[in-house]
């Protein structure tokens, strides 16, 4: 029997996510006998980092923080990758892919106005999306924990 669920579920840190099949097909909440049952959303349990690939596929390490856009897709701040991901929970049939969109997998610092995929960073807590009036993601705002620094990502648009 299904279970109609507010549409969002919350998680620990005041975080939420969408189970709004439209922005996350076959992530919804089904009951039986009471029970909750629980999907694999992204990752594949593995701890060498694995990107661009379908969400399932993906190696994300250690999720610190997470938040999803107006679009659907989620942003996971990776904690021992130092990076942050992306993933775009809105395609169909399972063709989500898990891509880096600030940090180069090295925990260190090399200074501004370099390429986000670029330029290290350096344990990574939390991550913030800045969106337009369309709903498109234009900056994040990045909580850097090892140089004591806030960090913003200009999508370039």
């Avoid at 390490?61 to 659907?72: A, E, F, K, L």
Wanted: proline share 5%.
């Amino acid at each position: 029997m299904s279970l109609n669920c507010h549409p969002t579920m919350a998680w620990y840190n005041s975080l939420t996510l969408s189970r709004d099949p439209k922005f996350a097909p076959g992530f919804q909440a089904v009951a039986a006998d009471g029970a909750f049952f629980i999907r694999t959303l992204v990752g594949n349990g593995l701890s060498s980092m694995i990107v661009n690939v379908p969400a399932l596929q993906a190696a994300i390490g250690i999720p610190q923080d997470m938040v999803q856009s107006t679009n659907g897709d989620l942003y996971v701040v990776s904690k021992n990758f130092h990076v942050v991901l992306r993933v775009e929970l809105n395609k169909p049939g399972g063709t989500s892919l898990v891509t880096v969109v600030a940090g180069n997998g090295s925990p260190a610092f090399s200074g501004d106005n370099v390429s986000a995929t670029e330029n290290p960073l350096g344990n990574l807590m939390s991550v913030l999306l800045i969106e337009n009036s369309s709903g498109e993601v234009t900056d994040l705002i990045i909580a850097e924990a090892n140089y004591h620094r806030i960090r913003k990502v200009n999508s370039g648009q």
